[in-house]
């Protein structure tokens, strides 16, 4: 069996809906969760004070300078996010680990997106490439978004020999939290 | 304190350098310099690629 799969039969899901969260345990998959927990009570925390601020969610978002056209770098715990904004949409780049510098395109472990500040964007789009190798599981957006908070979670699982660069299968979840309704 | 180390460059790349350097700025910081632009450059091309080539979906669609 390939490493992939056994780590998709191990690899733990993430349910965000309604700022609540669950999950099952992370027995591969450790440093996820101090990660997770600092997300989703900073997510919780705006929630709970029914954050009217349309513009911004406090993510940590730097325009990277050398860039053309620019690119945003939003931060999510050790993670990079590399997006660019594009009219009405906001197609996502790159993502990676700190400490792994800009040039490791492919360590992807965690894909986190916070684009809320970019609520006005109607869609999120990701590089078709990083779904060319691997099984996904996609959960489609909360219907029970009482507080105008829509939110998708995927996750998928690269194959280990699909990038050179990966010593092992990855998960990478992909959590949009990107409208606020008007 | 990092330490130092020596590199052997021809006269030319010295002067080159130099060109490249603002006021007071020592070599190793002018190459540093240089090398961090290089690296984002390379990065930017690497996204515009992305960018340009690569089909995206909405996750939407999905």
């Known amino acids: ?182 | 304190m990092m330490s130092s180390t020596t590199i052997d460059v021809s006269a030319h790349t010295k002067d080159l350098l130099l060109h490249f350097g603002r006021d007071r700025e020592s070599y190793d910081h002018i190459i540093r310099r240089l090398v961090e632009e290089a690296g984002w450059k390379e990065m930017d091309a690497r996204w515009n690629k992305i960018l340009d080539e690569d089909e995206f979906i909405s996750l939407d669609e999905l």
């Not at chain 1, 691997?134 to 957006?141: A, K, R, V």
């Not at chain 1, 699909?162 to 992909?174: D, E, G």
């Open chain 1, 1 to 182: 069996m390939p490493d992939g799969i056994k780590y998709l039969m191990k690899m733990s899901l993430f349910l965000l809906m309604n700022c609540d969260v669950f999950c099952s345990g992370f027995p591969d998959f450790p440093e996820a969760i101090p990660f997770l927990a600092k997300y989703i009570a900073r997510t919780n925390q705006k929630c709970a004070k029914g954050t009217g601020n349309k513009s911004r969610s406090g993510a940590d978002i730097k325009p990277l300078k050398n860039t053309n056209p620019l690119k945003y770098r939003l931060r999510v715990g050790e993670y990079r996010i590399i997006y660019v904004v594009k009219d009405d949409a906001v197609p996502v780049i790159d993502v990676f680990k700190r400490g792994k510098g800009y040039t490791r395109y492919s360590n992807m472990v965690i894909l986190i997106i916070d684009l809320l500040k970019h609520s006005h964007c109607a869609f999120i789009h990701i590089p078709i490439s990083h779904f060319h190798n691997g099984l996904y599981m996609i959960y489609p957006p909360s219907t029970a978004s009482s507080a105008s908070y829509s939110q998708v979670i995927t996750s998928r699982l690269l194959h280990p020999n699909s990038l050179p660069a990966f010593s092992n299968a990855v998960i990478s979840l992909s959590l949009i939290s990107s409208r606020f309704d008007a």
